[in-house]
């Protein structure tokens, strides 16, 4: 749950910050013009946030709200620019497309019995995992990463 309430306050944001910087020029421009003008500052506030932020300072603004930090997969590390850009075009591509898979799935269902798998679940699927990241990332919760820090210190004395 918290990991979704961190994304919901990136994206929230997100969105307010691109508004008021685009207001003064949306009011006067044509619906399609103001989409546009209104498109840039999302896509760089997005970027700065996930992928300028999480590299600094270990998560987005949401994320470090919410006390969630960004990890690199297998050592618990920092993850690195590469991984970081990747993870952000994975969400720009893959997260808004949930709600048509969902739609998709329920709408495949029969009275003989569930339609075709939902995306994420089928054998061998990449993201079938809860915590599959395609990127090599992982969210953990800060508290978490202090305390495997402090045992893995541990183990080494």
């Given amino acids: ?58 998560g987005g603004a949401g994320k470090l709200i919410m006390g969630i930090r960004v990890v690199s997969l297998p050592d618990g590390g920092r993850p690195g620019p590469g991984q970081l850009v990747r993870r952000w075009l994975h969400g720009l591509c893959w997260l808004p497309l949930q709600p048509w898979y969902g739609l998709r799935a329920r709408l495949a269902r029969t009275d003989d019995g569930p339609g075709p798998v939902p995306r994420g679940c089928e054998e061998g699927d990449p993201y079938a995992g809860p915590y599959t990241d395609p990127a090599g990332v992982r969210q953990v919760r800060r508290t978490d990463l202090v305390a495997n820090r402090r045992a893995a210190a541990g183990r080494a004395a």
């Fill in 1 to 58: 749950m918290r990991r979704y309430l961190a994304v919901g306050l990136d994206c929230y944001l997100c969105l307010v910050a691109a508004g008021l910087l685009a207001r003064p020029h949306v009011e006067a421009t044509p619906f399609p013009k103001g989409v546009a003008l209104l498109l840039g500052p999302v896509l760089a506030l997005s970027f700065l946030n996930q992928v300028v932020l999480t590299a600094l300072v270990g």
